[in-house]
């Protein structure tokens, strides 16, 4: 990948993850290794990005792109753009920017997301 700095070989256990960040109804877990960013997320029921996540970041909808894999539950996206995406457990996802989300049912929606940036991104965007 052009501008991305990867690193050699390497492992790290997401229950001790170089970041944890915790919100009303869900938390996110990622750990970091040269231009790749992992990410755990686990949403309760209930867990909206525009009731959870929203206000504490200031923004009426989800800026990031995603790329993963749902790894329980069900996710519901509304895109800004007005097209709806239902992700069910064992479904691998690209999300555009601009969008909100949220978990349907009783069950706690658990994915895991991939990112390869350079080090002039911001990884601070989860």
Not at 84 to 95: M, N, P, Q, R, T
Not at 96 to 122: A, L, Y
Request: net charge negative; charged share 30%; proline share 6%.
């Amino acid at each position: 990948m052009r501008g991305v700095a990867l690193p050699s070989s390497w492992h790290h256990n997401l229950r001790q993850p170089d970041e944890a960040r915790e919100y009303p109804r869900g938390k996110t877990e990622v750990v970091r290794r040269g231009g790749i960013l992992v990410a755990r997320s686990t949403f309760q029921p209930g867990w909206r990005w525009s009731d959870d996540v929203g206000p504490l970041k200031g923004e009426p909808s989800c800026r990031r792109s995603h790329t993963g894999y749902l790894v329980s539950g069900r996710l519901r996206v509304l895109l800004d753009a007005g097209e709806e995406l239902e992700l069910s457990a064992g479904d691998v996802y690209v999300i555009d920017s601009g969008h909100d989300s949220w978990t349907v049912g009783d069950d706690p929606c658990v994915s895991i997301e991939f990112s390869f940036m350079s080090k002039e991104e911001n990884h601070e965007s989860y």
